[in-house]
């Protein structure tokens, strides 16, 4: 079996006690980590709550990323790349696009809100964009509260943990 | 002399019966089959009940074919009774291996599948709203029926699963060919997939006419178009599971000019299929813009009955 998740296994899940959303993001290197790296040396401040994993092109993540990242306890997937025209490898952030726009609808039918998903272009002179964009996604996701809970009480359905559910007898 | 020859036992669960029917399928291959082991439970040709299973030492069945995925307590209980008895469980068809069609049950609660199937389709009068109980009686003795759980589980989401053997149904090759793996000294690694790893599009009959770039206005179904009975079936515009679909079957329906519904599950190295599947086809479509790739993609109307059509229960979305 192949471990997509192994880079996402630090990712605990959420306990109900936890409020702080957990945000897995996925920056391509030449321009989104740059900004992030921008609003570092920078100094500005934003919220704390995303966990960053640097890929070459946002056209290298594979949607099971973003799925691996909900099932190990994410409360939302953001993926930032280069504005359109500027991808380092010419078609990646298109073919990223893409791919987000069929996955976001996959993501709504199973249950996972929109705003638990997304996708920014963000160059590397744009570190302030970093900063507003993550307080944004976080205040967002916090209004949703956390996604496993929702999954467990809203999509039992969904959920490997078999919850019992009283039958209705004659 | 029988008594040395390796029992066999098939068992199905959440399924449709295909698979019973594929094993009857190997037509007189079967007679090689019956030849070389005993089958010690059938219950769709042999009547032998669940105590005389339960009355077999553990272990004493050499390999356990189970077909279907689990909905209820009955089919939980016979998947433990018979991983027990048997050396090696093989889960066998697509909704053993991943969940299957059942396996779509999923995206609708316990209770609105009830409340469809027992109070709101057009043939149903229940004006009671009696809905089946585990137990019921009215003095005249009481009768017990299995639960129905709140989910579809694939079968290694409830007991331990030793091969799997994949198809809706399998193909009577791959069912001989997996028998006589296991029948043969050498056993694969635990827990593979007994086809090749590849993905489908490596053995189709119409892979050099797949162009090297594929760019797409527009999805098709299969009744919209005359189907080119030899070009490349994404190229002309359809949805085939090819690209991220396991190899084995040798593409029998694309040889019946229909696409790949995605039966065999993912290959090698793939986690997710369906995933795999929607990356695979929207990198296909022609367009840069947000709008116009929305356009496009609307001519996919399902998405998840799609891609996850076999394999939604044992998918990351079941996290």
């Given at each position: 079996m192949p471990d997509v998740n192994s880079n996402l296994s630090q990712v605990a899940p959420l306990g109900a006690e936890e409020l702080e959303p957990k945000i897995v993001a996925f920056f391509c290197t030449w321009c989104t980590y740059m900004a992030a790296d921008l609003a570092g040396t920078s100094r500005m401040k934003y919220a704390p709550n995303a966990r960053v994993i640097r890929v070459m092109?946002?056209?290298?993540?594979?949607p099971q990323f973003v799925l691996a990242a909900f099932a190990n306890g994410a409360d939302g997937v953001l993926i930032g790349g280069c504005h359109p025209g500027d991808c380092h490898y010419q078609e990646g952030n298109y073919n990223c696009l893409r791919r987000a726009r069929l996955l976001k609808r996959v993501l709504e039918e199973v249950g996972?809100?929109?705003?638990?998903f997304r996708l920014e272009w963000i160059s590397a002179a744009e570190g302030d964009r970093v900063r507003v964009v993550i307080n944004d996604m976080v205040e967002k996701l916090k209004a949703l509260g956390p996604l496993r809970m929702k999954r467990e009480t809203m999509l039992r359905g969904l959920h490997p943990q078999e919850h019992p559910v009283q039958e209705v007898c004659v | 002399m029988t008594q040395t020859k390796p029992k066999i036992a098939f068992y199905w669960c959440a399924s449709c019966g295909g698979c019973e029917e594929a094993v009857v399928d190997l037509a007189e291959e079967i007679l090689d089959v019956v030849a070389a082991v005993d089958?010690?439970?059938?219950?769709v040709a042999l009547d032998f009940k669940r105590r005389d299973v339960e009355q077999?030492?553990?272990?004493?069945?050499?390999?356990t074919f189970l077909n279907g995925a689990i909905r209820t307590s009955e089919q939980e209980e016979m998947a433990n009774l018979l991983r027990r008895k048997s050396k090696l469980l093989v889960a066998f068809g697509s909704c053993s291996h991943?969940?299957?069609?059942?396996?779509?049950?999923?995206?609708?609660?316990r209770e609105s599948i009830l409340e469809t199937v027992?109070?709101?389709?057009?043939?149903t009068q229940n004006p009671n709203r009696v809905l089946p109980g585990t137990q019921s009686g009215n003095g005249n003795g009481e009768l017990t029926l299995p639960s129905f759980s709140s989910r579809v589980r694939a079968l290694d989401q409830v007991v331990e699963v030793d091969y799997y053997v994949p198809?809706?149904?399998?193909?009577p090759k791959i069912i001989t060919r997996a028998v006589a793996t296991l029948l043969g000294g050498h056993l694969p690694?635990?827990?593979?997939?007994?086809?090749?790893?590849?993905?489908l599009c490596t053995e189709c009959?119409?892979?050099?006419?797949?162009?090297e770039k594929i760019a797409l206005k527009s999805f098709k179904r299969p009744q919209e178009i005359l189907i080119?009975?030899?070009?490349?079936l994404l190229a002309q515009g359809l949805l085939c599971m090819g690209p991220a679909t396991r190899a084995g079957c040798e593409a029998p329906c694309i040889q019946g000019n229909m696409p790949c519904t995605?039966?065999?599950?993912?290959?090698?190295?793939?986690?997710?299929q369906g995933a795999k599947a929607l990356s695979a086809i929207a990198s296909?479509?022609?367009?840069?813009d947000e709008q116009e790739i929305d356009a496009v993609l609307a001519?996919?109307?399902d998405p998840v009955g799609t891609?996850?059509?076999?394999?939604l229960p044992g998918s990351l979305l079941a996290h």
């Open positions: 092109c946002s056209g290298r993540i594979d996972i809100e929109a705003d638990r | 089958i010690v439970f059938w219950p077999m030492a553990d272990g004493s069945i050499l390999a991943l969940g299957g069609i059942p396996g779509l049950a999923n995206l609708f609660t027992y109070f709101e389709t057009p043939t198809g809706c149904p399998p193909l690694d635990k827990g593979s997939v007994l086809t090749p790893e590849e993905a009959p119409r892979k050099d006419s797949k162009p080119d009975e030899t070009q490349c995605g039966c065999c599950g993912a290959p090698g190295r793939v986690r997710d296909l479509v022609d367009s840069r001519s996919i109307p891609f996850y059509r076999y394999s």
